[in-house]
């Protein structure tokens, strides 16, 4: 069963504490993505990565960052948390088209409910 | 980049009615879409998925949806609603291979 795991499914912080968020998947896939989701909006994409060290930001970066160092792993960073990036984050990852798959999807954690006081 | 669209915000259709939810994409050249469920405080969990094959495609839960490419649409349907269905749906494509754009979603509301 394939499966993207992330650490936290709540979480409640302080203004200006760095937060971190971590996801692993069990899959080898290529890819992996950092989404925030908010009512009425949508899922509106951070950052993501195609490789181990390599990352591009999304829509949204401004306020953020990540970490890829395994490529299992990848972390988003909130560096100084406010009250606005109170959010439901959502990792997902896929296979990379053009990489011998046939098709793609994205595979999705659970999801952290982040609320920052 | 990618837009998609997904006309209503909330649908409401009664037990055993026909759930009809409408997603169009802004691609000249076809992508591949996506449709995904959410249920409260879940992640999003893969409905369908068109990939330039049958332009009708099955999922599960009963769920199917047609590929237009004359209409840039592709909507979401499933003959008869059951109250386990209310939910919130997200339909998406892939962005020219390199990640996906997701509409704004669609809240379902199924009423006894």
């Known amino acids: 069963d394939v499966k993207v795991t992330q650490s936290s499914r709540y979480l409640v912080k302080r203004t200006g504490e760095k937060v971190f968020l971590e996801c692993v998947q069990d899959?080898?896939?290529?890819?992996m993505f950092w989404y925030r989701q908010d009512p009425g909006l949508g899922l509106r994409l951070i950052y993501f990565s195609y490789d181990v060290k390599m990352k591009e930001k999304g829509d949204i970066p401004e306020g953020y960052s990540v970490s890829r160092e395994k490529k299992e792993r990848f972390s988003l960073i909130l560096e100084s948390a406010s009250t606005n990036q109170t959010s439901m984050y959502l990792c997902a990852s896929s296979t990379r088209l053009g990489q011998g798959a046939l098709d793609t999807e994205a595979f999705f954690g659970q999801g952290t409910r982040l609320t920052v006081v | 980049a990618q837009s998609v669209t997904q006309l209503g915000s909330h649908v409401s259709v009664s037990e055993g009615a026909l759930v009809l939810l409408r997603c169009n994409y802004s691609?000249?050249?076809?992508?591949?879409l996506f449709w995904y469920v959410q249920y409260p405080n879940q992640g999003l969990q893969l409905l369908l998925k068109y990939t330039s094959a049958a332009t009708l495609v099955k999922g599960i839960n009963g769920f199917e949806a047609e590929f237009k490419k004359s209409e840039t649409s592709f909507h979401l349907t499933k003959p008869s609603a059951h109250m386990s269905d209310a939910a919130e749906y997200f339909c998406?494509?892939?962005?020219?291979?390199?990640?996906?754009?997701f509409g704004p979603g669609t809240r379902l509301s199924v009423l006894p």
């Open positions: 998406a494509s892939d962005n020219y291979g390199q990640n996906f754009v």
């Open positions: 899959m080898d896939h290529e890819n």
């Open positions: 691609s000249s050249v076809p992508p591949y």
